[in-house]
């Protein structure tokens, strides 16, 4: 039986696409919803870009038919502009406010009450990205559900970039003795390229060995860290050392990063960094940039030139530089940057609608970034640089995004079978044991 979809505005702004995700079905865009987006179309920001691809959609979809009695789609399905169940009769004994949010619930009530009264009824059923909305419509009976055809994978299953596996010890043995061993003798499923396979004794003994997957995917090499130090910073788990090999593979164009907050992400990145374009000058540049999303309430404008503005939002990157630069002067660690002329610390705002050739280019919280934002700014890369995206998908700060759909997941899940890329999710916490017991248990 075909099914009524009710879209809430947040399902629309997250995906301008999403009125084709429902096949066959009816999507009913409530009037209310479409005065939010008017509302947000004007921004520069991915919402309004958003709202103004989905008022174009509306508007070319005007030519197919009336949009308030329904307009067939390519997938089969229809939309339809709901204007006749506005009615908050039905709803304001159970929520009195005549809120954007109870006026989208109450279209779907009174839909639903339509529908159970027919014979052939269809089922209505609500889909906002808003927990509190789904709830409420529960509370009334509705069949509410969260939008998911966006996400790029579901629950705890983003690729980490390693694999543990069981092996024989002759297998193990015969490891050690040749330095590689072909894919075929560890298991019958393929690896993707550069990714890492520990190895360990199927017998219990402490025997074991570390791997790294040939770009061909053909064979695994023994893995043996090159750099004991990186600009002064030791790896201090076997994650940190596996993301070490990444940053410094001239041949690895993307790198991928995820971890909780003080597994090093940020630090080795710099390091790795300023150790190729400083001492080995491979780029000409280390640029290092971070969205500019705030963490809780927004302090608004700020006073000052752009350098004055962005530094609240870019102290996490100067307190890295300080300590790898050992600038403990208040003025110090600017001085040191404006003597080296290669370090460019900037807004993501700045990044975007650049080329940028012969660079190595850090993105600190890419958790943040749509996928429409990251494509943005990877198909901005130049010749000769290298990209560095790193974040924690656990912490997002957009008020669109999740786990599962943000830009930083999106490019892990997208890129893992390609041979430019490489990618580590680190475990272990390494800035202090108060900062991993608080990234554990809080």
Not at 40 to 48: L, N, P, S
Not at 413 to 439: I, M, N, Y
């Amino acid at each position: 039986m075909r099914k009524i979809y009710v879209l809430d505005t947040n399902v629309i702004l997250q995906d301008p696409h999403s009125i084709y995700a429902f096949e066959e079905n009816e999507v009913v865009i409530p009037a209310v919803v479409l005065e939010e987006i008017d509302s947000k179309k004007r921004y520069m920001d991915e919402i309004g870009r958003n709202a103004r691809q989905f008022s174009k959609f509306m508007d070319g979809l005007r030519g197919k038919g009336k949009l308030h009695e329904a307009v067939q789609l390519e997938n089969g399905g229809k939309i339809r502009v709901e204007l006749n169940h506005r009615s908050f009769q039905k709803l304001k004994h159970s929520f009195a406010d005549m809120t954007n949010d109870n006026r989208i619930i109450a279209v779907a009530l009174n839909l639903m009450l339509e529908e159970n009264e027919k014979e052939d009824g269809k089922r209505v059923i609500l889909v906002s990205k808003d927990a509190l909305v789904r709830v409420k419509a529960d509370a009334l009976g509705i069949q509410a559900e969260d939008f998911l055809s966006d996400r790029v994978v579901e629950f705890n299953h983003i690729y980490p970039g390693y694999v543990e596996i069981y092996v024989q010890n002759d297998v193990l043995k015969k490891f050690y003795s040749a330095n590689e061993l072909a894919i075929s003798e560890l298991a019958e499923h393929p690896f993707y390229p550069h990714q890492f396979i520990i190895m360990k004794d199927s017998l219990g003994s402490s025997s074991s060995a570390i791997g790294k997957v040939e770009p061909d995917g053909k064979k695994v090499k023994r893995f043996v860290s090159e750099y004991d130090h990186v600009w002064g910073i030791r790896a201090r788990n076997v994650q940190q050392k596996m993301a070490v090999e990444l940053l410094l593979r001239r041949d690895i164009e993307l790198v991928t990063l995820i971890g909780k907050a003080g597994t090093g992400k940020t630090l080795l990145s710099l390091a790795a960094g300023l150790l190729q374009t400083e001492d080995l000058c491979d780029y000409k540049k280390l640029v290092v940039a971070r969205p500019v999303v705030p963490v809780g309430k927004d302090i608004g404008f700020l006073p000052g030139e752009k350098e004055e503005k962005l530094r609240p939002w870019m102290q996490p990157i100067y307190d890295n530089l300080e300590y790898l630069f050992n600038a403990q002067k208040p003025g110090e660690l600017d001085q040191i940057l404006a003597g080296m002329g290669s370090i460019q610390v900037e807004a993501l705002t700045y990044i975007r609608g650049r080329s940028i050739p012969d660079q190595y280019i850090i993105i600190d919280e890419a958790q943040n970034l749509t996928k429409h934002e990251v494509k943005t700014i990877l198909t901005r890369v130049g010749e000769g640089s290298k990209i560095v995206l790193m974040g924690d998908p656990a912490q997002i700060d957009h008020p669109y995004l999740d786990e599962y759909n943000n830009g930083l997941t999106y490019v892990v899940e997208k890129f893992k079978d390609q041979t430019v890329s490489g990618h580590v999710k680190l475990e272990k916490g390494e800035r202090s044991g108060l900062a991993q017991l608080a990234a554990d248990i809080l």
